[in-house]
């Protein structure tokens, strides 16, 4: 590796202060999304729209704006054919600050140091907002037209599941807007991803687990502590519960995964490299090892769940008459959520308990790898990132970009940037940073992503 250097113009400097000024004023206005829109804080949202209407006049000026209720923004950009429209995303919310997490950097101070811009949201997802922005307002500078429309859809409730993005959705549809690909964050340029593998990946998510969250109840008499019976609502509950926790879903690894070890088995240490070249014909000795490695790794081959919530007597000497459980499942694509009820209700096997589904997220099917859209992604990081590795893989994590399958097929999940491991823990932790080098590499990669669709 080593390759040849990224493509930057001359006056990168300027172009990337111009980016960074932009983005310290957007990390300045805390745009905290809430659950419930009524407890929020619509000021800062609306002080947000705003700013970003003084920053890209042009974008502004060009484009064609449709409002989305919630402060959230879909923009058209009209290209020589409406045939295959282009989704860039990004969300202008980000989660809160904990008062009492030891940030370096007051997280709504935007601060520059050392060639780091730190502050809540700077990879979590306003550089993302930014770069897209600023790649179309510097090439409607330079009186670009893109061959194909390219739509641009900010949401504003990414992280607390609002609806924004369904409703941009709603809105395309009822256009009769069928993109040709959809590109929202995810994955980034990862230095440090894989031990023993020394080339950053970008990972580029084609498909994202599901979010599902079921109930365990079970009724009974209840009645006085003082006079129990065997096996009441509790200790059947629990009975269940620990059945559920020695049952866990089978596991294997998922097609875009064995696809991520075939690019990287090149650049493993020798003794490794045949393993994961093989990774297909080694399928089981491999999900023997991410299991082995790890929650994180053992994640990626299967469906997962967790007890999360338990409730019972609200009294020390009362019995229950109803015991709950809450499982959080993420399922893995290849699981549905009607199998993960099957799963759970085999592996409970006791007709008294029942399982009710609380809020039902399918995994998102896969998009494309061998695809003109996703050859157009890697051929881009090829030019911006030389030394890194484009991949596929699949997310653990949940993004807007999961509603945009009711009307795409190919939906990839990837920020331009560099991110080092301990940027990557920052998001929705503390601390979290962006390169200012890195936010005008990525801008750029927006930009030839625009130039070179065709
Ligand atoms: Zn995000």
Known sequence: MGGTAPLRPADFEAVRDRVVAKLQALVRIPTVSHVDPAQGDAAPFVAFVEELARQFPLLHEHLELTPIPGHALLFRWPGTSAERPVVLMAHLDVVPVDENAPWRHPAFGARLVDGQLWGRGTLDNKGCLVGIAEAVERLLEQGFRPAQDIWLSFG?????????????????????????????????????????????????????????????RVDGQGGHASTPVQMDTTARLARAIVRLDASPFPATVPEPTLEMFRRIAPHAPLPLRALIGNAARLRPVLTRALIAAGPEPAALTRTTLAVTTLSGSPAH??????????????????????????????????????????????????????????????????????????????????????????????????????????????????????????????????????????
């Open 156 to 216: 504003s409730t990414e992280e607390v599941s609002g609806d924004t993005a369904e409703l941009a959705v709603a809105e395309l549809r009822r256009r009769g807007v069928q993109p040709w690909f959809v590109l929202d964050e995810g994955g980034a340029v990862a230095a440090g991803a894989l031990p023993g593998i020394k080339p950053p990946l970008a990972v580029i998510g084609v498909s994202e687990k599901g979010t599902t969250t079921l109930e365990l």
């Open 317 to 454: 000497n009362v019995i229950a008459s109803t015991a709950r459980a809450g499982v959080n499942v993420r399922v893995l694509v290849g699981d549905t959520v009607a199998s993960v009820v099957a799963h759970v209700t085999k592996a409970i096997h006791d007709k008294r308990v029942t399982v009710s589904v609380v809020e039902a997220g399918e995994a998102s099917p896969v998009s494309p790898v061998d695809d003109d859209a996703f050859r157009l992604l890697e051929s881009t990081i090829a030019e911006s990132f030389p030394d890194a590795v484009p991949t596929p893989y699949v997310m653990m994590a949940a993004t807007d970009s999961r509603f945009f399958t009711a009307i795409c097929p190919r939906v990839y999940r990837f920020a331009p940037f560099r991110m080092t491991k301990a940027q990557r823990e920052a998001i929705h932790s503390y601390d979290e940073h962006i390169g200012v080098d890195d936010l005008g590499d990525g801008m750029l990669w927006y930009q030839r992503l625009i130039e070179r669709i065709a």
